[in-house]
């Protein structure tokens, strides 16, 4: 079964502090590794996807990485409008060449930056 | 672009009554959309898999009488929740999967919060 597990569950910043959100995956094999950032009452925005080991992504003040086993989101400087729950989720190779593509998501991690 | 939208964004019903949720891919098409429900503070959970012009395919446990799916055209795709119940209160979240723009990722909808008195 195929889990996914972000740390911390909370982190809170001062504005400027730059941090990382960590997502360790285990899956069968990995199809990509999506980011998604998701504000109260809202849907999921999303921010990147990852393939490989090795690739790097960048928005903004934001940079995805991926190992192996982990992702992390590099957060540069943050602003307060940066303040979300991040979303980390995999999309796993199907098995027996089927065609399933669905996500499974991590709990997330609740960034609260403050001024 | 990817753009998703989710009507009504709000419902209250009575209890017994059955609700219709709508998820339009705005400027693509998408011959797969999902489900999620979102109880508070908790992580997204996968209800179904809709595929147009086939039946949905549900996550065990999720009762395919209750939830009902129809993705009729490559733009829309329906949730019905029949008989709900106040369990049943939550916040339902669609996504679109867009596969061409190079990437193969699924853009979210804004989200239903249903409340059953």
């Known amino acids: 079964e195929d889990q996914v597990t972000q740390s911390p569950e909370a982190l809170r910043l001062q504005e400027g502090e730059s941090s990382s959100l960590n997502c360790s995956y285990t899956v069968s094999g990995l199809r990509g590794l999506f980011w998604y950032r998701q504000d109260p009452g809202k849907g999921p925005e999303f921010l990147f996807t990852l393939y490989s080991a090795g690739e790097e992504k960048e928005k903004e003040r934001l940079k995805a990485t991926l190992t192996k086993k982990e992702s992390f989101l590099h957060i540069t400087a943050p602003k307060p409008e940066d303040s979300a729950t991040y979303l980390c989720?995999?999309?796993?190779?199907?098995?027996?060449?089927?065609?399933?593509?669905?996500?499974?998501f991590g709990k997330g991690t609740l960034l609260t930056v403050n001024p | 672009g990817a753009v998703v939208s989710q009507h009504p964004s709000r419902v209250i019903c009575k209890s017994g009554t059955s609700v219709k949720i709508e998820c339009r891919s705005l400027d693509f098409q998408a011959t797969t959309m999902f489900w999620y429900r979102q109880f508070p503070k908790q992580s997204l959970m996968l209800m179904a898999t809709s595929n147009e012009g086939s039946k949905a395919t549900y996550e065990q446990g999720v009762e395919k009488d209750k939830f009902l799916i129809n993705h009729a055209s490559l733009t829309l795709s329906t949730l019905t929740v029949t008989s709900a119940h106040p369990e049943d209160s939550s916040f339902y979240i669609c996504?679109?999967?867009?596969?061409?723009?190079?990437?193969?990722?699924?853009?979210f909808g804004p989200g239903t919060r249903l409340t059953v008195l």
């Open positions: 989720a995999v999309q796993a190779i199907p098995r027996s060449g089927g065609s399933n593509y669905k996500l499974t």
């Open positions: 996504s679109a999967r867009d596969i061409y723009r190079g990437t193969d990722t699924q853009y």
